[in-house]
Each structure stands twice: as structure tokens, then as C-alpha cells.
């Protein structure tokens, strides 16, 4: 661009510029008036698209080689064409099930495969005397008629389990088998906090409640549990599940477990010794079992406390001498420490008893039983079922009466245990030991956040 013309163009824009100061109405209604006119300009002289039915039309015609029949039955017999649809379900067995009800409940109204169990010797053994929350696995084709049908079960002794397997065959004949198979142990970990009772927070963290009778058995020589819950209080715990392919069938051991209340923290980890038996002990080695346990029951509440109370049948304030646990009859009752059975007979208003002497002529009376379940001379140790619950003697109601007696001095059963001392693990194992607790700490510290991580 050329000197002289680079000034003309220089000038008109600042001419431009200063008319637009003064008149700027003007100017933007004269541009709106250019740019209106430009684009009807531009509509009026755009080319018009040429008329279809003016565009020639042409024919194609082309050979298609048809595939052969062999071809043909190929395709159709290939998987993505034959395989039929294969449904899966699965229920759990209830203690009025039939065959009819449990196969409409698993959506296989077949009945062919109805008679087979309830006929057949072997698949019979899935609905026996009632057998409720048994699950079952079934297998049916797209026209509802089954394939497979598999149950697992836990065998007599509950060490291993047992399989049920029902299938139909290439030519469509229905076979049952039973398979044995062992137990295999998982690990699972739960936290949960306080809001009313125990067994209302282990409900709500779904933990099962032989869980939460182990947790509860595990510090109650420390924790008085119908007593001394705070609500806030917490507590993780790290499990065993014992599981038939993959399925839990029951659950196992408490392996390790924290419990804060009010404030203060409570921990125990088991610890099994070669050749001994096996125990709970705080993370630093010491015993978290006690000479004597608290509680000859499964955690049950206790119905009349120590001392002074009015006595049921002779009415009166009169010296209780022991503690009253109230349960239903039948209820298995244990010894509370490792002893001898000094008696075991019907004594006075006692009714069935049991005597054990332990340690330092101190000796645990266990009164009102419904049945003896060992002999005088008998040795006993901790925990061990002696006896059950019952209502003999002069007795108002099933309980079990427990006293406990310091050479011949009758003692508050419930501050023994507290007051017993502990055993710490022995020096020569005492590194097994650390490997083991330091792997339940970071395991139980998992289980904790669990529960932070769902109250974020």
C-alpha cells in the first residue's frame, strides 16, 4: 500500500471518528440502514437450489452372492444365537418351607424339580425338621425350569459343611449329590457407638450377636454392661467368619477388640501359646483374663444384687448372700474359675447344687439348678458348662443363685473378678506375641474408620 493512500485512509477514519463523537445516533442508524440493506442484497442475489424433480435419476443394480445352507445352519447354531438365557437367584430356607414354596419363592415354579426334592433321598436333607436360613442357589432356564439348585450347610460337629448339589443332566434327568467341604476363616472388621444398649449398637453395625456376646464377655471384668454404658461410648472389633465357598455360615472368634467407655479405652487381643490354651491380653502383654470370670452366664442381667434385701418367700429385710441371675430354665451355667466339684447333689432350700473349690479355700456355690451336669471330684476349669438354670429348691422362678465364699466368708461375687489379678504372656513368647498384637492394632485402627469414614 502506497504512501499517499495510507494518509487518505488515515484521514477518513479520524473524520469518521470525529463525526461519530458528535452525532453518534445518526451514524449507527446510517450502519444499521447499510448492513440491512447488504443482507437483503445478499439474500436477493444468493443462488437458488436446483428443483429435485428436475435432478436425473440412475438405477444401480448389482448381484448379491446368497450364503450357502451350511452357512446358514452355522450362524444358528452358534453360541451367540443357541445359548438359551440362564437365570440365577438366591433365597434363604424358612422353617415352614416346602419344596413348592421354596422353588415359587425362587422364582422356578417347576414341577418336576418340586417332586425330585421332595422325594429324592438326598435333596430331602435341604428342608429336614425344619432347617430355617439355609441359602440356596438355583440356576433355570429362560422358561423357568431348573438347572441347578445348590445349599450349604453347616455339618454336626460345625467344624466343616455340606453340600448339596442338584442338576439336570445332558438328557434332561434331574441327579443330587452331597459334597464335604471345610470351613475356611475370613477376617471382618465392625465399629459402632453407644445410643442405648450394647446389643442395639452391635445390631446397627450388623454385627452377629455371638459377636456381641464375645465382646461383651471379653471386658466384662472391667465394664459392667448393664450398668456403666455411657451413651457416646465406642467400639471396634476384628472378627473371624468362617465360610463355605465364599459364604459366611457362622462366625468364629473375636480376635481383637477396643472399647471406650466413658472415656477410658479397654483393649484385648487374642493369643494362643503352643500347647496351651488360649487367651485374651491387653496390647501390653498383660492378661485380659482373670482368675475368675465375672458372670456364670452368657451375659444375663442380674435379677437381686449383694446384701441387704426382702426375701421373696419369708418375707422381711434378710442378709442376700450371693447374687441372683435371672435366665430361662435350661440355661447352660459355667464355672467361673478353674477348680474341683466339691458337691454336686440336693441340699435344703438350695434345691440342685454344685460346690467348686478353687485356689486358697475360696469356693463359688451354684444353686437352683434344673440339671447336674458333672460329678463330685470332677475337675473344672474356667468357663467350663457345669450345670443349666432351673427353679428348685426354694426358689420363686428360674434363676441361678451364685455365691462366692473367701475361706468360709461370704463375698460379693460381682467384685471378685474385678479384683482378681492377671497373667502377663510369658517373656520366652513374648515377641510372637508383639507381631501378633501389632497386626490386630492396625486392623482394629481400619475397623475405627469405618465408622469415621460413615459419619462423614
Do not use: C
Request: glycine share 10%; charged share 20%; aromatic share 6%.
Amino acid at each position: 500500500m502506497t504512501r499517499p493512500l495510507l494518509h487518505t485512509l488515515a484521514q477518513l477514519i479520524g473524520a469518521t471518528s470525529q463525526s461519530l463523537s458528535r452525532h453518534p445516533r445518526r451514524i449507527m442508524g446510517g450502519l444499521g440502514v447499510l448492513l440491512l440493506g447488504t443482507g437483503v442484497t445478499a439474500f436477493g442475489i444468493a443462488p437458488l437450489a436446483p428443483d429435485a424433480s428436475n435432478i436425473p435419476v440412475h438405477q444401480v443394480i448389482e448381484a448379491l452372492n446368497a450364503p450357502a445352507q451350511a452357512d446358514l445352519d452355522a450362524l444358528a447354531a452358534s453360541p451367540l444365537t443357541a445359548a438359551p438365557m440362564v437365570l440365577f437367584r438366591t433365597e434363604a430356607t424358612r422353617r415352614d418351607d416346602t419344596a413348592q414354596s421354596l422353588l415359587q419363592r425362587l422364582g422356578v415354579p417347576d414341577s418336576t424339580a418340586q417332586a425330585f426334592l421332595r422325594n429324592d433321598p438326598l435333596a430331602r436333607q435341604l428342608l429336614q425338621s425344619g432347617r430355617a436360613g439355609r441359602l440356596v442357589s438355583v440356576e433355570a432356564t429362560d422358561r423357568h425350569e431348573l438347572l441347578r439348585l445348590t445349599a450349604r450347610w453347616l455339618s454336626a460337629d460345625e467344624s466343616n459343611f455340606t453340600r448339596l448339589v442338584v442338576e439336570k443332566s445332558d438328557s434332561g434327568v434331574l441327579n443330587s449329590r452331597l459334597e464335604q467341604g471345610a470351613l475356611t476363616a475370613s477376617t471382618r472388621l465392625a465399629s459402632g457407638t453407644i445410643r442405648s444398649s450394647l446389643f442395639a449398637a452391635t445390631d446397627a453395625a450388623n454385627i452377629p450377636e455371638p459377636i456381641a456376646i464375645q465382646l461383651a464377655e471379653m471386658f466384662s471384668s472391667n465394664i459392667d454392661f448393664r450398668r456403666d454404658l455411657r451413651q457416646g461410648d465406642r467400639f471396634s472389633v476384628v472378627y473371624e467368619s468362617l465360610e463355605a465357598d465364599g459364604e459366611s455360615l457362622r462366625t468364629g472368634r473375636v480376635l481383637s477388640a477396643e472399647f471406650v467407655n466413658d472415656g477410658t479405652e479397654h483393649e484385648a487381643v487374642w493369643f494362643e501359646e503352643p500347647g496351651q490354651k488360649g487367651g485374651y491380653y491387653g496390647f501390653d502383654g498383660q492378661s485380659a483374663r482373670r482368675y475368675y470370670l465375672a458372670s456364670p452366664l452368657e451375659f444375663s442381667r442380674v435379677s437381686s444384687g449383694y446384701g441387704i434385701r426382702f426375701h421373696p418367700i419369708t418375707g422381711g429385710r434378710k442378709a442376700h448372700m450371693g447374687v441372683d441371675y435371672a435366665a430361662p430354665t435350661g440355661t447352660p451355667v459355667r464355672t467361673i474359675g478353674d477348680g474341683t466339684v466339691e458337691f454336686a447333689g440336693v441340699q435344703r432350700g438350695y434345691g440342685n447344687v454344685i460346690y467348686v473349690r478353687h485356689r486358697n479355700n475360696q469356693v463359688t456355690v451354684y444353686a437352683h439348678l434344673s440339671r447336674i451336669g458333672v460329678r463330685q471330684g470332677q475337675r473344672v476349669g474356667q468357663g467350663d458348662f457345669i450345670g443349666a438354670v432351673g427353679t428348685t429348691g426354694a426358689s420363686t422362678g428360674p434363676h441361678l443363685h451364685l455365691e462366692f465364699r473367701d475361706n468360709g466368708v461370704h463375698v460379693d461375687p460381682l467384685s471378685i473378678a474385678r479384683q482378681s489379678e492377671s497373667i502377663p504372656v510369658s517373656p520366652a513368647l513374648r515377641q510372637r506375641f508383639d507381631a501378633v498384637a501389632q497386626m490386630q492394632r492396625l486392623q482394629l485402627d481400619a475397623a475405627a474408620s469405618i465408622q469415621q469414614a460413615s459419619a462423614q
